[in-house]
T-cell receptor, first 115, second 114 residues
Framework: AQSVTQLDSQVPVFEEAPVELRCNYS??????LFWYVQYPNQGLQLLLK??????LVESINGFEAEFNKSQTSFHLRKPSVHISDTAEYFC?????????????FGTGTRLLVSP | DAGITQSPRHKVTETGTPVTLRCHQT?????MYWYRQDPGHGLRLIHY???????DKGEVSDGYSVSRSKTEDFLLTLESATSSQTSVYFC?????????????FGPGTRLLVL
């Protein structure tokens, strides 16, 4: 079965601390991987994505994610978080056996950054 | 920001009544999607459209219908609303439905069915 798992529903962290949000997927076919972020009372917006090439991808606001094929993971990291990073983060996957971009989302991880 | 609007933004309705949500885009993107967001489930695809009058079901389509008579508008209808359809509904668009594309999301509609 094709699925996406985000085991941590909520991650509390202090400002300037590092954080890792975990994402694992299950698939027998190739995938494209995405992280979307949802700020309070807003829609989702793309944070970063992995399509091919270097397994480490970066966003403009300091987040990075690494594709690990053997672990079927795409964990999101930031070395030093800000209060403004407080949001819900969704991992999403497109599987290569679908005829269009059918995104399968994880259940989301709420990142709570406190002073 | 991608030009996507959703209306209404909030709605309270009673069980058994029909409800229509509208998604409007100004990007001329071919693909449009309707998702629902529920705690513990993330986002789940309800229906999608790959062109005018071309639609198909997603994973949670029971109780929902859609229509797309113009490129820019994608309507989601709950024929007879139930309490289980209380949710936040998001519309998304993508340029041509290619698997590597970014999907752009609207601001959402919060629906409460009493």
């Amino acid at each position: 079965a094709q699925s996406v798992t985000q085991l941590d529903s909520q991650v509390p962290v202090f400002e300037e601390a590092p954080v890792e949000l975990r994402c694992n997927y299950s698939s027998s076919v190739s995938v494209y991987l995405f992280w979307y972020v949802q700020y309070p009372n807003q829609g989702l917006q793309l944070l970063l994505k992995y399509l091919s090439g270097s397994t480490l991808v970066e966003s403009i606001n300091g987040f990075e994610a690494e594709f690990n094929k053997s672990q079927t993971s795409f964990h999101l990291r930031k070395p030093s978080v800000h209060i403004s990073d407080t949001a819900e983060y969704f991992c999403a996957v497109t599987f290569m056996n679908t005829g269009f971009q059918k995104l399968v989302f994880g259940t989301g991880t709420r990142l709570l950054v406190s002073p | 920001d991608a030009g996507i609007t959703q209306s209404p933004r909030h709605k309270v309705t009673e069980t058994g009544t029909p409800v229509t949500l509208r998604c409007h885009q100004t990007e001329n993107h071919r693909y449009m999607y309707w998702y629902r967001q529920d705690p513990g489930h993330g986002l789940r695809l309800i229906h999608y459209s790959y062109g005018v009058k071309d639609t198909d079901k997603g994973e949670v389509s029971d109780g929902y219908s859609v229509s797309r008579s113009k490129t820019e508008d994608f309507l989601l209808t709950l024929e007879s609303a139930t309490s289980s359809q209380t949710s936040v509904y998001f519309c998304a668009i993508s340029e041509s439905g290619q698997r590597e594309e970014t999907q752009y999301f609207g601001p959402g509609t919060r629906l409460l069915v009493l």
